[in-house]
């Protein structure tokens, strides 16, 4: 449960792995949290999308049939979506969380981030992305190019909130006509700078390289 005043979208993103990105408290507080999530079936898939302010103010939910041709695709769908309709209602110097519970898609976005920092524009890991979502991706990396900061961190699927919307889409209609929210989190409380920051969560779940 979030703490009042707080996003429950910001509690997991505080307490979750970000992939290559190291995760000191007096950086990964977030304008904007958005949780997206895909699913397939035979018989028809879905995707959702949760977005928050830091203050826990909600700014939209999504929940839509879609009719992916696998779950790979479906995931990268979703945080497309999740992204576009993100930035129709946020500053374009806006930070902005992202949570999905799935290990490559959180993989390369942070990847893909830290890419536009480099002199040679390298990832610091081969970034690959399956051949169906290629169109997807490339929208995905337009998106986090258009704010001012962006990581991504990997949840469990029974902590991540677009879960339900995704898989029932139907049962979920009604969050699609919620009135459109184009608000400001409040202004940050202040942090007390650490004197030395925490090695990344990422290490701290098994390893891996961590950059910043």
């Not at 524009?121 to 962006?150: C, D, M």
Request: charged share 25%; proline share 11%.
């Amino acid at each position: 449960m979030a703490a009042h005043g707080r996003s429950a979208l910001r509690d997991l993103f505080d307490e979750s792995p970000t992939p290559h990105i190291a995760h000191p408290p007096r950086t990964h507080h977030r304008d904007f949290y958005v949780a997206t999530d895909g699913s397939f079936r035979e018989s028809g898939g879905g995707l959702g999308a949760v977005i928050e302010t830091r203050d826990g103010t909600r700014v939209a939910r999504i929940a839509t049939a879609d009719t992916p041709p696998d779950n790979n695709v479906a995931e990268y769908r979703a945080l497309h979506l999740g992204l576009d309709v993100l930035a129709a209602r946020a500053p374009p110097d806006a930070r902005v969380g992202v949570l999905v519970d799935h290990d490559a898609l959180a993989s390369n976005v942070n990847n893909a981030v830290l890419a536009t920092d480099h002199p040679d524009r390298k990832p610091p890991q081969p970034i690959s992305v399956p051949t169906a979502t290629r169109y997807h991706w490339r929208g995905i990396q337009a998106r986090l190019n258009g704010f001012g900061e962006l990581r991504a961190a990997r949840i469990d699927s029974d902590q991540n909130p677009a879960h339900p919307l995704a898989n029932a889409p139907a049962r979920y209609q009604h969050v699609n006509r919620e009135a459109d929210r184009c608000v400001l989190p409040d202004p940050p409380e202040p942090t007390a700078p650490a004197e030395f920051p925490p090695p990344s969560r990422a290490d701290r779940n098994g390893g891996g390289r961590a950059s910043d």
